[in-house]
């Protein structure tokens, strides 16, 4: 049996390291890397880690929109997909930064008010927001965009406006992700959220956009996590699915049973 783990952002910057990681102790952890060998490799995000181990082809983006709207039971056969997500942005004296929406609670009704406002406006555009789960947001086009955007794990707490989507489309969709701010920006919802002291959902953010294609990758058996595009990628390889267990010994259990014994782990 083999488990491969992945951890995301687990070696912070050298400029923030300190600060974050100052003071924890971490001996399981610390035990493992001081018997691992190391080597080095280009910078990825886990979305393009994960799309890389189950042999899934970079399009123009990485194709997370499309896989993930498949896990929430949306028809993904025909169209360019695009996430949409919402999210947070924060004003920064002279920036404005994106705040990763996993720090953000949004219920099923506060995500279809938001998005039935959003759709009474731009249907003259034809572009419909569909809210499939409350923090996954999708936008589906009939045609293919010249478009690259970012993952928002590669964005999160910088300065939005420097990563904003390129290609010849890009001004196309600049003019929509200002339009949707300035329609969050007082919606009743944001409102009411401000009051509670939650953070408004002030904006949405365009990436992963692209056509549906076979998932060819079948390296894991078995995949453990709590990640839509982890558990996304591993429904379209047939790979069994479960979620994170609360720990090693836990997983060990699960993993050494009849369902799991002689799979390859993420």
């Not at 904006?203 to 056509?211: D, L, N, P, R, Y």
Request: overall charge negative; hydrophobic content about 45%.
């Amino acid at each position: 049996m083999q488990c491969t783990l992945l951890i995301p952002h687990l070696l912070w910057p050298r400029e923030s390291a300190l600060a974050v990681t100052g003071g924890l102790e971490l001996p399981w952890l610390l035990k493992i890397l001081a018997r691992a060998h190391a080597a080095r490799h280009p910078a990825l995000t886990p979305e393009a880690w994960l799309c890389q181990a189950f042999e899934v082809e970079r399009q123009t983006d990485w194709p997370i929109a499309p896989l993930t709207a498949a896990l929430d039971n949306l028809e993904v056969a025909e169209g360019y997909w695009l996430r949409a997500d919402p999210v947070h942005i924060k004003v920064d004296r002279d920036r404005a930064l994106l705040v990763d929406n996993t720090l953000i609670d949004l219920t099923p009704d506060e995500a279809k008010a938001l998005t039935a406002t959003l759709n009474q406006y731009f249907a003259q555009d034809s572009i419909q927001f569909l809210a499939a789960a409350p923090k996954r947001w999708y936008v589906k086009l009939a045609q293919t965009p010249r478009l690259a955007t970012h993952e928002p794990s590669a964005v999160a707490g910088q300065d939005v406006n420097q990563h904003l989507p390129a290609g010849a489309d890009a001004l196309t969709w600049h003019a929509v992700f200002n339009e949707a701010q300035m329609l969050l920006h007082e919606h009743p919802v944001n409102t009411a959220r401000e009051i509670r002291g939650d953070p408004p959902v002030n904006s949405v953010w365009f990436w992963g956009g692209g056509t549906r294609h076979a998932v060819p990758g079948r390296h894991f058996g078995a995949v453990w996590s709590d990640d839509a595009t982890a558990i996304a990628l591993a429904a379209a390889s047939d790979a069994h699915t479960n979620t994170v267990p609360a720990d090693a010994a836990s997983w060990l259990n699960l993993a050494h049973g009849p369902r799991y014994e002689a799979h390859s782990h993420l």
